[in-house]
């Protein structure tokens, strides 16, 4: 059995903000965490759950622990989801093949777990306000200036991006059943992100070429008008591949636009961002 506790802090509610989850498997303890320069406190609690979750695979089973009513009697009472739509999309399609229960532990009550993840959560918050002033592509004059990573050491590093193209429902229908006249949509769109992921240097001017080891573009239809799309990229590097997985998901939103906006002038990609990142200092 995987028991999961999660919880997110943010300063300003809309403010900076973090998440963390401790995830607890066969007597092992694994921590994740995380941060937003702009956020809320509902969605550092609901990010927290949709990393935390996204860590397992197809069939398992899990129990999360939240010390969020926001969260856990949005699922189990049925509150109405009236903000943060997204989020909750990409929780549904984290979950739709694995066996969730959910618990609600009251917060700061001295379960050990619980304010586990809660120190972690704050601890990011701290960090990122350490950092923030500090933009590593900006020289002593406040040039642009490309970062010097010639004493970095090669580790093995990841990157996960998400983002979501909504349309028509008639339009979706149409590219599931490979009726668009441009061809097989999603099938372009995977190598397109491929081939971007490959190209971020060309694209994007101070980011370093990377050898990728590999880039997966992965479609899913998450409702009837909304397509999710997932790049994970993975490389052996001195420096991090997440550009590269932004990318790619933001090239392969385009070519489904480029291929569908002859019949569906109501398209927009939305929700493009960073899921997760290992290797090197700042995994997240």
């Not at 397992?56 to 949005?74: E, H, K, R």
């Not at 739509?85 to 093949?97: N, R």
């Not at 959910?102 to 009550?109: E, I």
């Not at 028509?168 to 992100?193: C, F, M, P, W, Y």
Request: charged share 20%.
């Amino acid at each position: 059995m995987i028991e999961i506790y999660t919880d997110g802090a943010c300063k300003g509610n809309p403010g900076k903000g973090a998440w963390a989850a401790i995830i607890i498997k066969d007597n092992n303890k694994t921590q994740l965490s995380g941060s937003c320069q702009n956020t809320t406190n509902n969605q550092m609690e609901l990010t927290a759950v949709i990393r935390a979750l996204e860590t397992l695979g197809p069939g398992q089973t899990a129990t999360v622990f939240s010390d969020s009513q926001y969260v856990i009697n949005s699922i189990t009472l049925n509150w109405k989801r009236n903000a943060n739509l997204e989020l909750w999309t990409a929780l549904d399609s984290t979950t739709k093949d694995l066996t969730i229960t959910w618990k609600w532990v009251k917060g700061h009550s001295g379960h050990p777990l619980n304010e586990e993840a809660d120190k972690l959560a704050n601890k990011e918050v701290v960090k990122m306000n350490a950092q923030s002033n500090k933009l590593t592509h900006i020289d002593e004059s406040g040039s642009a200036s490309m970062v010097d990573i010639s004493e970095k050491t090669d580790t093995k590093r990841t990157a996960v991006a998400r983002g979501f193209i909504k349309m028509d429902s008639e339009t979706l229908l149409a590219v599931k059943q490979n009726q668009l006249l441009k061809g097989d949509v999603l099938g372009v769109a995977r190598i397109a992100g491929i081939m971007a992921a490959k190209s971020t240097p060309r694209l994007i001017p101070l980011c370093h070429q990377i050898s990728l080891n590999d880039v997966k573009v992965e479609f899913d239809y998450t409702d009837e008008s909304t397509i999710s799309i997932t790049s994970t990229t993975n490389a052996e590097d001195r420096t991090g591949v997440e550009m590269e997985a932004l990318t790619a998901v933001s090239i392969a939103a385009l070519t489904i636009y480029d291929m569908c906006k002859g019949v569906d002038k109501t398209m927009s990609i939305t929700g493009i961002n960073l899921i997760s990142k290992t290797g090197g200092k700042s995994t997240s």
